[in-house]
């Protein structure tokens, strides 16, 4: 008789994961946060617009809705034309980096990983530094900041296909005939991004004036934010994280380890090379506008794991919302503090944070037992 | 003529590559057919191979030469969920997520037949509870992997690899670490489940007795290739384990005329 095998249990359904209520709290949450975060970043400025002001902007311009005009035009051509870019594009890196941050860390089983570990920063640094000292050394060469491709100066096309080609390569140097061990793709990362770091500093050697803007690029600063820079960035973010929702129970099974990975039918290799190429091209998108801004990438996806839980269905789209909100609040502190570049900011606060988390015992955990 | 095995070894060589382009053989036409409902314990050295030919059967490992086949059919042919459909693999040593509760563990030996982008559809539910269930863990379904003892977390294991709900079960040590009492209840339970599953289990096992007590059949590696396979009572005998462990060991019967071993140290 098969019916003794059919076992009664707790009426909570066993199987399911993170109950919907408890998802729904988590993004809509995040959601919620984001959008006061969006109108309290877009009204502060030097020239001040009340929050109502700013909301009734944001919801006439952005959503349709049909409200009455009761503020100056000035403020209107403020929010929509210097502030909004600025902020938007401070959501999508901060979003982006920490939804790459989130994949490297499964993906190499290590909770210190951030989404530049394996060579993205310095690629990207490496041809945005190209991009601002090339009309500079060669000025016979239209490359001025005026040309622009796709609506992208040459400083951010550089810097993108600089950061998703590093990649690339290191991953083909670390490729053996029997797969892609983790550490081998750590030591060449770090060996290839030494190698371009000495192309770097020679670039800066001799880049003279340009020293500053170089400086202001590699600390990461969204003082540059425009349309046109949201619109390339915009679509690559979306396509990474549409395709990386679609993987979340693959990275799930990563984190068993690739035997056993395997075993429950991955495709190991290729899956990995899928992940990383998807994972460095919301960074590369997020680095191309803003430069390197760090420890986003690597606080965010951290904390999330402590707090909701490791399983990438609701890990995924809280790192977007959440990473988003904080890199927003990161760059209304580096405004206010007299518009010094955010990555100066997100290391100040971000650093000291993260070592009061290591402090405690519970964060300090490896990503698996054995 | 003979049934079609279920799974088929044919003349395996399979060596791991070395620094220098030279390879470590490890299997040598090796060769061993599992019939669709059989228990198999496999025994032999350390390094004689067990490990490996779980791997090839399992397909995570193709062989250099001859062939594996799942179904009459060459493993390289079959993409690798399909394979996960059908085989599941219990490993000696796993590193389990922190975070995951044992639910959600468990839910994870559903991926090969996953159906729903997000969510889990009821024939998944009702292999997990039945999995559950079957392996004693339904008391740890709320536990965390850091949370859980050796005996425990082996029956969470089971649990993940029942979820699959495999044609073939493929355990390298499962009774590793375990103290008597789980060595026992483990073994008795994968034996119970796999005459009620109708499941094909191959098992490595270190300690002879507890091996032909467990299996009908015992198959005993020793340098790459099985040197014997049969009934325990006609395998395991002192001769045998005196040529494949170069130990010397007594024999005595039991009021049932089971043999046992006994080392002599």
């Given at each position: 008789?098969?019916?003794?095998?059919?076992?009664?249990?707790?009426?909570?359904?066993?199987?399911?994961?993170?109950?919907?209520?408890?998802?729904?709290?988590?993004?809509?949450?995040?959601?919620?946060?984001?959008?006061?975060?969006l109108v309290v970043a877009v009204a502060v400025g030097s020239v001040g617009v009340g929050l109502g002001d700013t909301a009734a902007i944001l919801g006439r311009r952005l959503l349709g809705l049909p409200l009455a005009e009761t503020w100056a035009p000035s403020a209107e051509t403020i929010i929509?034309?210097?502030?909004?870019?600025?902020?938007?594009?401070?959501?999508?890196?901060?979003?982006g980096l920490a939804l790459a941050g989130t994949v490297f860390q499964a993906l190499l089983r290590n909770p210190l990983a951030d989404p530049y570990v394996i060579g993205t920063a310095a690629g990207a640094s490496l041809g945005a530094v190209l991009g601002i000292v090339a009309p500079l050394l060669l000025p016979g060469l239209a490359l001025g900041a005026g040309s622009a491709w796709l609506g992208l100066g040459i400083v951010q096309l550089l810097a993108f296909v600089g950061g998703l080609g590093t990649v690339l390569l290191v991953y083909a140097v670390a490729r053996g005939n029997g797969g892609t061990p983790v550490v081998t793709l750590l030591l060449v990362g770090y060996a290839v991004s030494s190698i371009l770091a000495a192309g770097i500093a020679l670039l800066m050697f001799a880049s003279g004036r340009a020293?500053?803007?170089?400086?202001?690029?590699?600390?990461g600063s969204l003082s540059g934010a425009s349309w046109g820079d949201l619109g390339f960035a915009a679509p690559l973010l979306a396509i990474s994280f549409v395709l990386l929702l679609a993987r979340w129970r693959r990275l799930n099974l990563l984190l068993l380890g690739d035997a056993q990975?395997?075993?429950?039918?991955?495709?190991?290799?290729?899956?990995?090379?899928?992940?990383?190429?998807?994972?460095?091209?919301?960074?590369?998108?997020?680095?191309?506008?803003?430069?390197?801004?760090?420890?986003v990438g690597l606080v965010v996806p951290h904390l999330l794991r402590l707090t909701i839980g490791p399983d990438h269905r609701l890990l995924l789209p809280s790192s977007l919302l959440y990473g988003a909100a904080l890199l927003v609040l990161a760059d209304l502190g580096a405004r206010?503090?007299?518009?010094?570049?955010?990555?100066?900011?997100t290391a100040l606060i971000g650093a000291p944070f993260f070592i009061w988390l290591l402090r405690r015992s519970r964060a300090v955990r490896p990503m698996a037992v054995p | 003529m003979r049934a079609e095995p279920l799974s088929a070894v044919e003349g395996v060589s399979f060596g791991y590559p070395l620094a220098g382009g030279h390879r470590r053989e490890v299997l040598r036409n090796c060769s061993l057919e599992l019939q669709r409902g059989e228990l198999v314990a496999l025994v032999g050295t350390n390094g004689s191979g067990k490990t490996t030919l779980l791997r090839l059967l399992a397909g995570v490992l193709t062989p250099d030469a001859g062939v594996v086949r799942l179904g009459g059919r060459p493993l390289r042919e079959w993409r690798r969920v399909e394979l996960a459909q059908r085989v599941a693999v219990l490993p000696q040593q796993l590193d389990l997520p922190i975070g995951f509760r044992v639910a959600e563990l468990v839910e994870m030996g559903r991926a090969p037949h996953a159906r729903r982008l997000f969510g889990s559809t009821a024939d998944d539910e009702r292999a997990v509870a039945r999995a559950l269930a079957d392996a004693d863990a339904l008391d740890l379904v709320d536990r965390f992997a850091d949370e859980l003892s050796g005996g425990e977390r082996q029956r969470v294991l089971v649990a993940m690899a029942l979820a699959q709900e495999p044609e073939l079960l493929l355990m390298d040590e499962p009774t590793l670490h375990l103290d008597l009492a789980h060595q026992v209840g483990v073994l008795s339970t994968i034996r119970r489940l796999q005459a009620q599953r109708g499941m094909t289990v191959l098992a490595v096992l270190h300690d002879l007795n507890l091996a032909a007590a467990f299996a009908p059949r015992v198959a005993v590696l020793d340098r790459g290739g099985v040197v014997a396979d049969g009934l325990p009572d006609d395998v395991l005998t002192p001769a045998l384990v005196e040529r494949v462990f170069g130990v010397t060991v007594d024999e005595a019967r039991d009021a049932a005329g089971v043999r046992h071993l006994a080392l002599r140290l």
């Amino acid at each position: 008789m098969r019916a003794a095998a059919a076992p009664t249990v707790s009426t909570r359904p066993l199987v399911g994961g993170p109950t919907l209520t408890r998802a729904a709290i988590v993004l809509g949450g995040g959601a919620l946060l984001l959008g006061a975060v969006l109108v309290v970043a877009v009204a502060v400025g030097s020239v001040g617009v009340g929050l109502g002001d700013t909301a009734a902007i944001l919801g006439r311009r952005l959503l349709g809705l049909p409200l009455a005009e009761t503020w100056a035009p000035s403020a209107e051509t403020i929010i929509f034309e210097l502030r909004l870019p600025r902020v938007l594009t401070a959501m999508l890196v901060g979003g982006g980096l920490a939804l790459a941050g989130t994949v490297f860390q499964a993906l190499l089983r290590n909770p210190l990983a951030d989404p530049y570990v394996i060579g993205t920063a310095a690629g990207a640094s490496l041809g945005a530094v190209l991009g601002i000292v090339a009309p500079l050394l060669l000025p016979g060469l239209a490359l001025g900041a005026g040309s622009a491709w796709l609506g992208l100066g040459i400083v951010q096309l550089l810097a993108f296909v600089g950061g998703l080609g590093t990649v690339l390569l290191v991953y083909a140097v670390a490729r053996g005939n029997g797969g892609t061990p983790v550490v081998t793709l750590l030591l060449v990362g770090y060996a290839v991004s030494s190698i371009l770091a000495a192309g770097i500093a020679l670039l800066m050697f001799a880049s003279g004036r340009a020293l500053g803007a170089i400086f202001g690029w590699l600390m990461g600063s969204l003082s540059g934010a425009s349309w046109g820079d949201l619109g390339f960035a915009a679509p690559l973010l979306a396509i990474s994280f549409v395709l990386l929702l679609a993987r979340w129970r693959r990275l799930n099974l990563l984190l068993l380890g690739d035997a056993q990975a395997s075993h429950l039918g991955l495709e190991v290799e290729r899956e990995k090379l899928a992940l990383t190429m998807l994972a460095t091209l919301a960074t590369s998108a997020a680095v191309a506008i803003s430069g390197t801004i760090g420890f986003v990438g690597l606080v965010v996806p951290h904390l999330l794991r402590l707090t909701i839980g490791p399983d990438h269905r609701l890990l995924l789209p809280s790192s977007l919302l959440y990473g988003a909100a904080l890199l927003v609040l990161a760059d209304l502190g580096a405004r206010l503090a007299g518009g010094i570049p955010v990555g100066i900011i997100t290391a100040l606060i971000g650093a000291p944070f993260f070592i009061w988390l290591l402090r405690r015992s519970r964060a300090v955990r490896p990503m698996a037992v054995p | 003529m003979r049934a079609e095995p279920l799974s088929a070894v044919e003349g395996v060589s399979f060596g791991y590559p070395l620094a220098g382009g030279h390879r470590r053989e490890v299997l040598r036409n090796c060769s061993l057919e599992l019939q669709r409902g059989e228990l198999v314990a496999l025994v032999g050295t350390n390094g004689s191979g067990k490990t490996t030919l779980l791997r090839l059967l399992a397909g995570v490992l193709t062989p250099d030469a001859g062939v594996v086949r799942l179904g009459g059919r060459p493993l390289r042919e079959w993409r690798r969920v399909e394979l996960a459909q059908r085989v599941a693999v219990l490993p000696q040593q796993l590193d389990l997520p922190i975070g995951f509760r044992v639910a959600e563990l468990v839910e994870m030996g559903r991926a090969p037949h996953a159906r729903r982008l997000f969510g889990s559809t009821a024939d998944d539910e009702r292999a997990v509870a039945r999995a559950l269930a079957d392996a004693d863990a339904l008391d740890l379904v709320d536990r965390f992997a850091d949370e859980l003892s050796g005996g425990e977390r082996q029956r969470v294991l089971v649990a993940m690899a029942l979820a699959q709900e495999p044609e073939l079960l493929l355990m390298d040590e499962p009774t590793l670490h375990l103290d008597l009492a789980h060595q026992v209840g483990v073994l008795s339970t994968i034996r119970r489940l796999q005459a009620q599953r109708g499941m094909t289990v191959l098992a490595v096992l270190h300690d002879l007795n507890l091996a032909a007590a467990f299996a009908p059949r015992v198959a005993v590696l020793d340098r790459g290739g099985v040197v014997a396979d049969g009934l325990p009572d006609d395998v395991l005998t002192p001769a045998l384990v005196e040529r494949v462990f170069g130990v010397t060991v007594d024999e005595a019967r039991d009021a049932a005329g089971v043999r046992h071993l006994a080392l002599r140290l």
